[in-house]
């Protein structure tokens, strides 16, 4: 049975290794473990088969600026799966509990620069309709948001800002 829960102490290296071999490059794992040592996770889950981590999901906070105003939210991403879990159903299992917890914590909304198949089945739809974009260039169909609370963008707009690790990375 697969479980869920938050990264707990001791589960770094595991984690590496799923985005090391999720990615098929260490440039995420290396992104993880800059934003774990800045202390700038607002939240990080892993899925467990046993008691082996397989798959992972982090969050951080990204900023949208303006001429006038900045606001904050959460930024999905890195996420990934061990290969041989792929497509079994895990990562959507994985993201849908994760955003659970989101709702639960004081951001508005997350945005995701990924897979638009299969983001779009959570709700995240193309940023740009709501005026915001990506400071990263990205393809407008991949760089998504979700509202976690009704009409959280109305009337917002503006670039996202990811942290300095990312760009680093
Ligand atoms: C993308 C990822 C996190 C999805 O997790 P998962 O457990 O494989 O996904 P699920 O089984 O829950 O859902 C499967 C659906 O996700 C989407 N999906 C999965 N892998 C995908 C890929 N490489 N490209 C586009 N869509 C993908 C498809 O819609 C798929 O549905 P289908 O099997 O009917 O085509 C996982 O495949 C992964 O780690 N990939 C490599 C790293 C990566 O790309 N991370 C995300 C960066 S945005």
Redesign the pocket.
């Known amino acids: 049975m697969i479980k869920f829960r938050q990264e707990k102490p001791g589960d770094q290296l595991a984690i590496r290794g799923v985005n090391v071999q999720?990615?098929g490059t260490s440039e995420e794992a290396d992104l993880v473990d800059a934003l774990r040592q800045a202390n700038a996770i607002v939240l990080s889950m892993v899925a467990l088969d046993g008691e082996d981590i397989i798959?992972h999901i982090l969050f951080t906070e990204v900023v949208v600026t303006r001429a006038d105003s900045r606001f904050t939210g959460i930024g999905l991403?890195?996420?990934?799966?061990l290969p041989c879990?792929?497509?079994?159903?895990?990562?959507?299992?994985l993201l849908q509990i994760a955003l659970d917890k989101c709702r639960r914590l004081d951001y508005d909304f997350v945005v995701?620069?990924?897979?638009p198949?299969?983001y779009s089945?959570f709700g995240f739809s193309p940023a740009k309709p709501y005026g915001i974009s990506c400071e990263f260039d990205a393809p407008d169909e991949a760089f998504m948001v979700l509202e976690l609370r009704e009409n959280a963008l109305a009337g917002s707009s503006g670039i996202v800002h990811y942290r300095d690790e990312f760009r680093n990375a």
């Open positions: 999720g990615f798959a991403g890195p996420m990934a799966v879990y792929q497509r079994k159903g895990i990562g959507s299992r995701v620069l990924g897979h198949e299969f089945k």
